[in-house]
């Protein structure tokens, strides 16, 4: 043997063992802890684009109308009375109920009216409506709403139609907004 052997060379090796278990915990911390903001919506079905369709003029009887109306200080009037919106859902229920399949809510929202106070309104409409297909579900098939079938829905939407109008106010002072 020479006096030049070569050695082999080693080189150090770090310990990357636990380095993946650190960054899941990280991003599973950096999940849980981050707020995550959730944008509020209105869920509606508009009816299909009918270019030939006219405007129809009907007459409604004033007994048959409930108007809803947000102020631009976001107070709910209903039949210009002043209202709580948690007030809203047994009125407008009761008022559903009442009129049969000839009521209608007339919505009314100033401009200068809170998202917010809009959105409070129409859910509380929408859960009066679905109480009162609730208790006609009941009524004629024994069981809730929910639990029909596609042709017993469309029965008890004959007997309760969703009859809702709205106005904007969109030109005050003779400016769009």
């Given at each position: 043997?020479?006096?030049?052997?070569?050695?082999?060379?080693?080189?150090?090796?770090?310990?990357?063992?636990?380095?993946?278990?650190?960054?899941?915990?990280?991003?599973?911390?950096?999940?849980?802890?981050?707020?995550?903001?959730?944008?509020?919506?209105?869920?509606?079905?508009?009816?299909?684009?009918?270019?030939?369709?006219?405007?129809?003029?009907?007459?409604?009887?004033?007994?048959?109308?409930?108007?809803?109306?947000?102020?631009?200080?976001?107070?709910?009037?209903?039949?210009?009375?002043?209202?709580?919106?948690?007030?809203?859902?047994?009125?407008?229920?009761?008022?559903?109920?009442?009129?049969?399949?000839?009521?209608?809510?007339?919505?009314?929202?100033?401009?200068?009216?809170?998202?917010?106070?809009?959105?409070?309104?129409q859910n509380e409409i929408?859960?009066?409506?679905?109480?009162?297909?609730?208790?006609?579900?009941?009524?004629?098939?024994?069981?809730?709403?929910?639990?029909?079938?596609?042709?017993?829905?469309?029965?008890?939407?004959?007997?309760?139609?969703?009859?809702?109008?709205?106005?904007?106010?969109?030109?005050?002072?003779?400016?769009a907004q």
């Open positions: 043997m020479g006096l030049f052997q070569r050695r082999k060379h080693i080189v150090p090796g770090l310990n990357t063992t636990s380095t993946a278990d650190i960054s899941f915990m990280l991003l599973i911390f950096f999940l849980v802890t981050t707020s995550m903001d959730v944008d509020k919506g209105l869920s509606r079905q508009l009816p299909p684009a009918d270019h030939q369709r006219q405007e129809e003029q009907s007459d409604v009887n004033k007994d048959n109308l409930m108007t809803l109306t947000i102020t631009p200080q976001n107070q709910l009037l209903v039949d210009d009375h002043p209202m709580e919106i948690q007030k809203l859902r047994g009125i407008v229920a009761d008022f559903i109920t009442r009129r049969g399949k000839q009521h209608l809510l007339s919505i009314k929202t100033d401009p200068n009216a809170s998202y917010n106070t809009y959105f409070n309104m929408v859960a009066a409506y679905k109480s009162v297909r609730d208790q006609i579900a009941k009524r004629e098939f024994g069981h809730g709403y929910a639990f029909c079938s596609q042709e017993q829905k469309e029965a008890i939407r004959s007997i309760c139609p969703q009859r809702i109008t709205e106005s904007y106010d969109y030109h005050r002072g003779g400016q």
